[in-house]
C-alpha cells in the first residue's frame, strides 16, 4: 500500500495563502485529493483531482480559493490554498478518492498537516 506525506501547514492570517503537498511513496494511479479535519469536527472532502490531472472537483466551502494538482512523474499532489479563512483552519490529510462519491479510497491516513487561520 502507497504510503502517504502531507506537509505545508502553518500559521497564516485571514486572506493569506498556503501550499500544501503530498507526497507518495510510489505511484499513484487513481483519483487523489485533499480532506480536512476541523477540532471536534467530523472529517470532509476538500478537493480532489483525476489521476490524470485533467479533472478537478472542489467543495463548495472552497471553490474558487483553492487549486488542487499533481505531478505523476513526482508522485506528488498539492493544495494551492489562497484567501484563507479561520474557518478554514484544519488538520489536512491526503487519500485516494472515490470520485462517484468523494470517499477516501483508503483506510490508511498519514499524520496530516496543521493549518490554523488566525490574526
Known amino acids: 500500500q502507497v504510503q502517504l506525506v502531507e506537509s505545508g501547514g502553518g500559521l497564516v492570517q485571514p486572506g493569506g495563502s498556503l501550499r500544501l503537498s503530498c507526497a507518495a511513496s510510489?505511484?499513484?494511479?487513481?483519483?487523489m485529493g485533499w480532506y480536512r479535519q476541523a477540532p471536534g469536527k467530523e472529517r470532509e472532502f476538500v478537493a480532489a483531482?483525476?489521476?490524470?490531472?485533467?479533472?478537478?472537483y472542489y467543495a463548495d466551502s472552497v471553490k474558487g480559493r483553492f487549486t488542487i494538482s499533481r505531478d505523476n512523474a513526482k508522485n506528488t499532489m498539492d493544495l494551492q490554498m489562497n484567501s484563507l479563512k479561520p474557518e478554514d483552519t484544519a488538520v489536512y490529510y491526503c487519500?485516494?478518492?472515490?470520485?462517484?462519491?468523494?470517499?477516501?479510497?483508503?483506510?490508511?491516513w498519514g499524520k496530516g498537516t496543521p493549518v490554523t487561520v488566525s490574526s
Open positions: 510510489g505511484s499513484v494511479f487513481s483519483a
Open positions: 483531482i483525476g489521476s490524470s490531472g485533467r479533472s478537478t
Open positions: 487519500n485516494t478518492v472515490r470520485l462517484t462519491t468523494m470517499e477516501p479510497g483508503m483506510d490508511y
